[in-house]
């Protein structure tokens, strides 16, 4: 059975960090390029950041600036999200999804019927406010 678990959301301050993590199991992981997805509340879902298989090239959505940062770790099946500089639009359930291919283009919203994107985790909710 595949599964995707985040965990490490919360409630954080504006300009705080936290840490995602995402435990990856019933599939190949290291065979996946890994995204993290994030729907805010009334709006559709946007890719975060992205990864490539190896770990050693990454992208980001425009809107990150820098903030975070994608890393994953291929021998304990895990992928990592470090958020800094938390602001309250950073506010959403965050997941993490396997995607076939890191290449390509991330203009099309990733959504759970999209072949590119074909595994899922059920989300950690992250809060930013004072």
């Known amino acids: 059975e595949v599964q995707l678990v985040e965990s490490g959301g919360g409630l954080v301050q504006p300009g705080g960090s936290l840490r995602l993590s995402c435990a990856a199991s019933?599939?190949?992981?290291?065979?996946?390029?890994m995204t993290w997805v994030r729907k805010a509340p009334g709006k559709g879902p946007e890719w975060v950041p992205a990864i490539n298989t190896g770990g050693s090239s990454t992208a980001e959505a425009d809107f990150v600036k820098g903030r975070f940062t994608i890393s994953r770790d291929n021998a304990k099946n895990m992928l990592y999200l470090q958020m800094n500089s938390l602001q309250p639009d950073d506010t959403a359930v965050y997941y993490c999804?396997?995607?076939?291919?890191?290449?390509?283009?991330?203009?099309?919203?990733?959504?759970?019927?999209?072949?590119?994107?074909?595994?899922w985790g059920q989300g950690t909710q992250v809060t930013v406010s004072s």
């Open positions: 999804a396997a995607r076939v291919s890191y290449s390509g283009s991330y203009s099309r919203p990733p959504s759970r019927g999209d072949a590119n994107y074909p595994y």
């Open positions: 019933g599939f190949s992981f290291s065979n996946y390029a």
